[in-house]
């Protein structure tokens, strides 16, 4: 079997607006979110990774620090919506829900969401089909030697 390398292409326009995707831990329940790889959230979350840096003094920083600080800019650039809850969606909830460590499973759902949008369906295909020359491609090195 070999990998087909077209296979692994990122659908790039998908991850940056965003699409609907089914959290496989709650039925009926959908996040329509973007990609951690959009550009306004990676510059935002790279600014505050920075102050964090900064504010801890090289120290590791808690997870729930960490997440309070990310949640409000998940809400605004990657949390679109979402169907299955029983509240409506508004982006000052997402950044609440987003945002207090006690909804700690949320945000982990989101952030499944936000990572399962840049899967790719990688394929394969048979190697030997692939791999192998035909017949009339051309004769063997030993046949092809010019003789004296």
């Known amino acids: 079997m070999v990998l087909k390398i077209a296979s ?3 659908n790039l326009a998908r991850e940056n ?3 609907w995707i089914e959290y496989p831990l709650w039925e009926g329940v959908e996040f329509k979110v973007s990609g ?4 306004e ?4 979350r790279d600014r ?3 102050k964090l840096a900064r504010d801890h003094k090289g120290k590791p920083v808690p997870v729930d620090v960490q997440r309070a600080a990310l949640g409000p800019i998940m809400a605004k ?3 679109h919506d979402w169907k299955g809850l029983d509240e409506p969606y508004s982006e000052d909830r997402a950044r609440e829900l987003l945002s207090q460590p006690e909804y700690r499973v949320f945000y982990d759902a989101v952030e499944w969401c936000c990572n399962e949008i840049a899967s790719v369906d990688a394929q ?10 035909p017949r009339s491609a051309g004769s063997s090195k030993a046949s092809s030697q010019a003789t004296g």
């Open 8 to 10: 692994l292409k990122a």
């Open 17 to 19: 607006n965003g699409d």
């Open 36 to 39: 951690f790889r959009k550009p």
């Open 41 to 44: 959230y990676q510059a935002e």
């Open 48 to 50: 505050i990774f920075r």
């Open 77 to 79: 650039h990657l949390l």
């Open 124 to 133: 394969f295909e048979d190697d030997a089909a692939k791999n192998s020359v």
